[in-house]
């Protein structure tokens, strides 16, 4: 398995969470900015901490906790877009972002799932 920098969905959630700091650092609801920017950033940190556990049970379960902060931000900018804190075309493209993360990362769960075990250890 490469390092999770190699990974593209690592890179975009990466961009994802720079975007969304960017975008909601004038935001005077603090609580709401609070909200979303954290869920972006656990996107690509739970990549990077679930890649780096050594069982494959560690890596799923923490690429599933990725996938489903995607949904968390997909949700939150909905929220925003709808009560006039992020644009419709921002929103839009967020929402299409998370999307695609979210089948990347359930792609590597699948890749992952059905890697070769290695042959258990015999005295």
């Known amino acids: 398995m490469p390092s999770f920098e190699d990974l593209d969905v690592w890179k975009r959630s990466v961009?994802?969470?720079?975007?969304?700091?960017?975008?909601?650092?004038?935001?005077?609801?603090?609580?709401?900015?609070?909200q979303i920017?954290?869920?972006g950033l656990s996107i690509p940190s739970n990549i990077a901490e679930g890649m780096e556990r050594s069982?494959?049970?560690?890596?799923?379960?923490?690429?599933?906790?990725?996938r489903a902060s995607c949904a968390e931000v997909r949700t939150q900018v909905i929220v925003g877009q709808k009560a006039g804190f992020i644009a419709d075309p921002i929103a839009a493209a967020w929402v299409q972002e998370t999307r695609e993360l979210a089948a990347m990362l359930q792609g590597l769960i699948r890749a992952i799932r059905n890697r070769p075990q290695p042959p258990p250890n015999r005295p």
């Not at 890596?59 to 990725?66: P, V």
Request: net charge neutral; proline share 0%.
């Open 15 to 34: 961009d994802l969470s720079v975007a969304l700091y960017r975008e909601m650092k004038e935001s005077k609801d603090f609580g709401f900015r609070d």
């Open 37 to 39: 920017t954290r869920a």
């Open 55 to 66: 069982s494959s049970r560690d890596q799923i379960k923490f690429l599933e906790y990725s």
